[in-house]
């Protein structure tokens, strides 16, 4: 018994399939690992509602990533600068280094908050006996009851 190979299929369905493959990809993006992440996140982006470069064909998301990627309307640099945007939790950000003057006046203006906050440090607390907090704790007017408790 024949069974009829998947070109014959098609042919049958009247439907031409364009597939995409690894083999697609793996000249854009060298590492299959690589491609998966960036061709998951581009998914995803979909998903959430960025707009396509290709035709969707009724292709389901991660293979119009992958058709992207391999008809290279997307570069796979970007996707992997946004890629790495989109896992980094705390981003820094680069400041114009300050002039020599500027550390100096900073330094000095450290240093003279150091020593008000030694001068802060040497408070002197009053002391109270047991009897003076009990009479205290006893002048206490009670909270009044409500329904909340």
Do not use: W
Not at 35 to 50: E, N
Not at 62 to 88: F, M, N, W
Not at 118 to 133: K, S, V, W
Request: glycine share 4%.
């Amino acid at each position: 018994m024949h069974r009829p190979v998947f070109r014959e299929i098609q042919r049958l369905k009247g439907a031409s399939m364009a597939r995409v493959t690894v083999e697609d990809c793996i000249d854009k993006v060298d590492n299959r690992f690589e491609l998966v992440l960036l061709a998951g996140h581009r998914a995803r982006q979909i998903s959430q509602g960025a707009q396509i470069t290709v035709d969707r064909d009724n292709d389901k998301n991660p293979v119009v990533a992958l058709r992207e990627i391999a008809e290279e309307t997307l570069s796979p640099g970007d996707l992997k600068e946004d890629l790495i945007h989109s896992l980094q939790k705390h981003v820094e950000v680069d400041e114009p280094e300050a002039d020599g003057q500027e550390i100096t006046d900073q330094s000095d203006q450290a240093a003279a908050s150091a020593d008000a906050d030694r001068e802060d440090d040497n408070i002197a607390f009053d002391r109270m006996t047991e009897e003076d907090l009990l009479a205290g704790i006893e002048g206490l007017v009670p909270p009044e009851k409500s329904d909340d408790y």
